[in-house]
């Protein structure tokens, strides 16, 4: 009687892929994700739901559904985070159960309940475990190493000049034009001070000729002869500043 329950049960309508087993790639440290899609080459609805011997350990969404005829629905299903011991085989199981909709379907957990178990059909698959071999590593070190950018410098042809090049033409004439007015001045102040010292010498010689010693020209012997530290004094500042000027700009 029980094989003949058995023979009587349909083969399952849809088509899973993968197939037979749901494959999880460690590590599983973190939440680790695999797809099942579901595709029903038949021309009437079908309802579907997915179990697990383990429903701790996953997450499906979705879970339950309808799948028109000619369409496929994408099964997510997510391992949670464990301590993954090599030795230890996975005993997971998941089973994709269906049926064929009934017309004006509107309740789902009813369509379950009055289901026949002749109606039902259903497919196994087992969940394996793997962790990542030295090679997936590399590649994966490999793709997550950012693309090589190219010198295309040479291709652009050359650099245009910044900015800044005719910022310093600028300041460079103005330094020269700087530089021309202060020769200017220099002349002038040496032209002075020539002057000047031909009129001390010639006080000097009034002074010494001069054999009754007068106020007036003792006093003007004093005023030539002051005049010259003050006029020295005065060409060394202008050569400071000049020099200055020159570091600082």
């Known amino acids: 009687m029980a094989a003949a ?13 993968p197939p037979t087993d749901l494959k999880f790639k460690g590590p599983f440290t973190d939440v680790v994700t695999t797809n099942l899609k579901l595709r029903n080459p038949s021309d009437r609805k079908v309802c579907f739901k997915v179990k697990t011997t383990a429903p701790r350990r996953y997450c499906v969404r979705p879970n339950s559904g309808i799948i028109d005829p000619g369409s496929s629905v994408i099964v997510s299903v997510m391992l949670q ?20 909709a009934p017309p ?13 178990p002749d109606e039902l059909m259903d497919s196994k698959l087992r969940c394996v475990f793997e962790m990542p071999n030295e090679n997936d590593k590399l590649n994966d070190i490999d793709a997550s190493k950012p693309a090589p950018v190219l010198n295309t ?21 103005k330094l020269v034009e700087e530089c021309k007015r202060l020769q200017a001045e220099i002349m002038k102040l040496t032209d ?21 010693g007068s ?8 005023n ?23 570091f600082i700009l």
């Open 5 to 17: 329950g058995a023979l009587a049960k349909h083969e399952q309508i849809l088509v899973l892929d």
């Open 81 to 100: 985070p464990f301590d993954y011991d090599p030795n230890e085989k996975s005993k997971h199981k998941f089973m994709v159960q269906t049926t064929y």
């Open 104 to 116: 004006n379907i509107s309740d789902m957990e009813a369509v379950w309940k009055e289901a026949k």
């Open 153 to 173: 410098s040479k291709q652009d042809g050359p650099m245009p000049k910044p900015h800044s090049v005719s910022l310093n033409d600028t300041e460079t004439r």
């Open 192 to 212: 002075e001070n020539r002057h000047l010292r031909d009129e001390g010498l010639r006080l000097r010689k009034v002074a010494h000729s001069d054999k009754s």
């Open 215 to 222: 106020p007036t020209a003792l006093a003007l012997r004093d």
């Open 224 to 246: 030539g002869s002051n005049s010259l530290p003050s006029l020295l004094v005065v060409i060394a500042a202008i050569f400071i500043g000049f020099f200055l000027g020159k």
